[in-house]
């Protein structure tokens, strides 16, 4: 089952990386399983992350399998398991979602879309990488969202699995790329909430987002 795991934290990093999300070595990806949770090892280039480079860890932090110590965001990642019982964290440097938390404190809704994330983006407050202060200030943000922006540094985005939370980080630096070029445009126009209600009831009515089969 590990190596299972193992294999797919390692294809979800190299493609976060031919996305541009991850830059060489900033970024980790992690999924969980059980008490488990695989995790990319520090000072890993991402494009070329193998199974190799990619280490087992108890939820405590207890290293089980793998020769690479764990990513220097260790804490930030089993924090969040913790805190929500999430699958898998993905934790990128994307160049919008990065130029985002560089100056708004929230990525408000310009796009429905966005309601798959749980609604306006919250930027987790500032704090010097690897510590429990970032780690408790991302938790913060992360509530009812499956994502948040970390203040000029990046991006986090949480899922019910591995794929999830990667579509979940592809699409916030979407929204991130969105805002900034409707910025540029001008004043960006918000969806009221009473919008984003309507979103969500024809959303829930009409299956949005699912596979469906044509009626026999």
Not at 22 to 31: D, P, Y
Not at 62 to 72: A, H, K, N, Q, Y
Not at 86 to 102: L, N
């Amino acid at each position: 089952m590990t190596g299972d795991l193992v294999a797919a934290v390692a294809s979800a990093a190299r493609r976060l990386a031919a996305e541009g999300l991850l830059i060489g070595t900033a970024g980790n990806v992690s999924a969980r399983v059980g008490d488990l949770v695989a995790v990319t090892g520090t000072g890993v280039v991402l494009a070329d992350c193998t199974p190799e480079d990619v280490t087992v860890v108890t939820l405590s932090g207890r290293v089980v399998e793998g020769t690479l110590v764990p990513t220097s965001e260790l804490d930030l990642h089993l924090g969040v398991y913790a805190a929500t019982g999430t699958s898998a964290v993905v934790h990128t440097h994307a160049p919008f979602a990065t130029a985002v938390a560089c100056v708004l404190d929230e990525l408000p809704v310009l796009h429905y879309q966005q309601l798959l994330l749980g609604g306006p983006i919250r930027v987790a407050a500032y704090a010097t990488f690897g510590t429990p202060e970032l780690a408790a200030f991302v938790r913060e943000a992360l509530v009812d969202r499956q994502a948040a922006l970390m203040a000029n540094h990046g991006s986090v985005a949480i899922g019910s699995s591995l794929a999830k939370a990667v579509d979940h980080a592809l699409l916030l630096e979407w929204l991130a790329a969105l805002h900034h070029r409707a910025s540029a445009l001008g004043t960006p126009r918000e969806l009221t909430p009473a919008e984003q209600e309507a979103v969500i009831v024809a959303a829930i009515a009409r299956q949005y987002g699912t596979t469906q089969e044509n009626p026999a």
